[in-house]
């Protein structure tokens, strides 16, 4: 069993910064892709982005391109989501997941393993 904690939500103000965090244990997952997702309320649960464990390989929705930036550190067992220039439309619950077969990237319905999400507010 894969466990994945994120961390790092809060509230900003318009234009600024967050970074969360996500840290895996419980099993290895060399060959997964880790995903960011995000849910505001009364919406569906939204691809952010996602990237390969093995080589790095990252993948952006629309929503996100040149703003966030996916990484990670294999040493620590972390991913991590740098949002920068946040607007108040990226006000959600960001979950982090894993793909344990490495083939759904932005369906959240391919993905095994979810943490428990953190809420990031962004006032304008």
């Known amino acids: 069993q894969l466990q994945l904690v994120e961390s790092g939500g809060g509230l900003v103000q318009a234009g600024g910064s967050l970074r969360l965090s996500c840290a895996a244990s419980?099993?290895?997952?060399?060959?997964?892709?880790m995903g960011w997702f995000r849910q505001a309320p009364g919406k569906e649960r939204q691809f952010v982005a996602a990237?390969?464990?093995?080589?790095?390989?990252?993948s952006y929705a629309d929503s996100g391109k040149g703003r966030f930036i996916i990484f990670r550190d294999r040493a620590e067992n972390m991913v991590f989501l740098q949002m920068n220039s946040l607007k108040p439309e990226d006000t959600a619950v960001y979950y982090c997941?894993?793909?344990?077969?490495?083939?759904?990237?932005?369906?959240?319905?391919?993905?095994?393993?979810w943490g428990q999400g953190t809420q990031v507010a962004v006032s304008s």
């Open positions: 990237i390969r464990w093995s080589d790095g390989r990252a």
């Open positions: 997941a894993a793909d344990s077969m490495a083939t759904a990237w932005s369906s959240p319905m391919g993905y095994d393993y």
């Open positions: 419980g099993r290895t997952f060399s060959s997964y892709v």
